[in-house]
Nanobody
Framework: QVQLVESGGGLVQPGGSLRLSCAAS????????MGWYRQAPGKQRELVAR???????NYDDSVKGRFTISRDNAKNTVYLQMNSLKPEDTAVYYC????????????????WGQGTQVTVSS
């Protein structure tokens, strides 16, 4: 069992930056792969970035080159640095604990935070 709490969302102008944090508690954080998802109004929740237990990362094409996922196992925290933000990045962002298959696919466990709103608008 793991509890996740996101923070760092807000309103930002196009081209701006935000850093999201997700603090984990209740289990061995370093034993999980971690993912950041987002859900825009009327759309399905989508995986935008994931990081393995050892720090290997993978990104959706829509955020590649602009977002960076990282983790600090000593602080039980995963981060999402978001640069060059666009209006289409507007969504509620969720972190998740999951696992990676042998071929690198991310499978979420049913461990979700409450979400943090990111709004990109002028």
């Amino acid at each position: 069992q793991v509890q996740l709490v996101e923070s760092g969302g807000g309103l930002v102008q196009p081209g701006g930056s935000l850093r999201l944090s997700c603090a984990a508690s209740g289990s061995i954080f370093s034993s999980y792969a971690m993912g950041w998802y987002r859900q825009a109004p009327g759309k399905q929740r989508e995986l935008v970035a994931r990081i393995s237990k050892l720090g290997n990362t993978n990104y959706d094409d829509s955020v590649k080159g602009r977002f960076t996922i990282s983790r600090d196992n000593a602080k039980n925290t995963v981060y999402l640095q978001m640069n060059s933000l666009k209006p289409e990045d507007t969504a509620v962002y969720y972190c998740n604990a999951g696992r990676l298959s042998y071929d690198g696919n991310y499978y979420p466990y049913d461990y979700w935070g409450q979400g943090t709103q990111v709004t990109v608008s002028s």
